[in-house]
C-alpha cells in the first residue's frame, strides 16, 4: 500500500492496516509452510474427524459463505481430495467425503501445520496469547 492509501486508511480506523497486514501474512505464511491454503485445510480438517457432512452444514457451522463453501469443495474434488455426492434423501444436499488422497493430503497438511502453530505462539508468551484470544473474541461478538 502506497503512503496516500495508508494515511487514509490509518485516518478511516486506525487497527485495519495493521490488522489485515497480520492477517494477510499469516495466510500467506501457512500456504507457504503447510502446503495447501488455509480453506481448504479447514475443510479437510472437518471432514476428518466427521466424513459425510453437507456442504451446508460446514457453512452455517463455521458461518462461512454457502457458495464459497462451494467453490471450494469444486476445487477439492477437482484436485481428487474430496468426493461430493447427493443425499439419496434430500438431492438439493450436498455430501463431501476425504478420499484416500485427501486423507494422505490432510495428514501430512496436519504434521507441517504443528510446526507452523509452534512458530506462531513462540511470537507471543502464553499470556499475550490468551489476551490476543480474548481481544479477537470480543471484536467478534461486537
Do not use: C
Not at 509452510?33 to 472437518?46: E, N, R, W
Amino acid at each position: 500500500m502506497d503512503g496516500l492509501h495508508e494515511e487514509i486508511a490509518e485516518k478511516v480506523y486506525p487497527i485495519y492496516v495493521p490488522t489485515g497486514l497480520v492477517l494477510k501474512k499469516i495466510l500467506w505464511a501457512f500456504e507457504r509452510d503447510v502446503g495447501i491454503s488455509p480453506p481448504k485445510y479447514f475443510v479437510l480438517h472437518v471432514l476428518a474427524r466427521e466424513a459425510g457432512i453437507s456442504q451446508g452444514e460446514i457453512g452455517r457451522l463455521y458461518g462461512v459463505d454457502p457458495s464459497r463453501i462451494t467453490r471450494l469443495a469444486k476445487q477439492l474434488e477437482t484436485e481428487e481430495l474430496i468426493e461430493r455426492t447427493r443425499d439419496p434423501e434430500d438431492n438439493r444436499v450436498v455430501r463431501m467425503s476425504l478420499t484416500s488422497e485427501g486423507r494422505r493430503a490432510f495428514e501430512m497438511a496436519s504434521e507441517r501445520s504443528e510446526v507452523f502453530k509452534d512458530r506462531v505462539r513462540s511470537a507471543l508468551s502464553e499470556e499475550e496469547h490468551m489476551e490476543l484470544r480474548r481481544l479477537l473474541d470480543k471484536l467478534t461478538e461486537a
